[in-house]
């Protein structure tokens, strides 16, 4: 499968799945083929990873918004809902948009819509609904026209509201290098169906401002990559080093947040972010 560069500057699939396809394949195939970021029981290490990376978000959004309780938080493809279910503890008033209902956190059911995102949005615009924070988490890789998604959001953000979306960092230096020096053969990060649209640090700034979003900060995450340097782990070549590399990411984690504070936390994955490094970047964005 090959990528393109659209009218926005991101990469794109060349030949993009039908609707009616991807309705199909989230229904009957992505959820059981994901298992593993669905599932009901985690190890103690595990959750204490999860928490870390609601806590280093929860820390960022609320010191870029300036307040920390009585907001508003949609979450647009919200999962289990561990998101929301976060932010309503710290008493905020939170909603979530999923596909299908799959959350596992009674607490959040009845704050979770299924559904159609689009259509749910629209309705919500219709409604003059406003939120201090949208999120977008692994969510706008997958979408076949982002933008229409981003038009209806500027129509329910505040106006000093913040847009947090968490994308993979796909066609990045590093990646690039990686296949230039044949180090991996294939372009691991493209995967039919599932992403449908790939930014790095520089294309996904360009398509926001195209849409009167600034970037106001970027945080990325464990570059694990990086582990792809060493044939001995290299997870690409040998998928059974994949479970030792994401161990070795969430003991890392445990390290950072026993040692350190959160701003110096967010200051390290922030540093990473500006030189296009980590596997994810979490992008914090504002209207103009």
Known sequence: MKLKKNKFEFYELDKKPKKNYLLKYY???????????????????????????????FYNITKILNKKTSCSLLDIGCGKGEFISYFKKKKWKVTGI??????????????????????ILKQLAFEKNKYDLIVMHNVFEHLLEPEKVLIL???ILKTNGLLSINVPNDESLLQKYLFKKKIIKKKYWIAYPDHINYFNINTFANFMKFFKF???????????????????TNYIKN?????????????????????????????????????GLGRNINYICKMI
């Open 214 to 232: 600034n970037v106001v900060d970027t945080l990325a995450d464990f570059p694990i990559e990086h582990f792809l340097f060493n044939k001995n």
């Open 27 to 57: 229904q009957d195939i992505y959820f059981q083929k994901n298992k593993a970021y669905y599932k009901k029981k985690y190890s103690k290490l595990e959750i204490d990873y999860i928490n870390s990376k609601l806590k280093q978000k």
């Open 153 to 155: 959001i500027k129509k």
């Open 98 to 119: 999923e596909k299908t209902s799959i959350s596992f956190n009674k607490n959040i059911n009845n704050n979770i819509i299924a559904g159609d995102a689009i259509e």
């Open 239 to 275: 998928k059974k080093f994949g479970k030792e590399a994401h161990s070795s990411r969430i003991l890392f984690e445990d390290f950072l947040m026993k040692n350190y504070n959160l701003e110096e936390i967010n200051n390290y994955y922030r540093s990473i972010s500006k030189i």
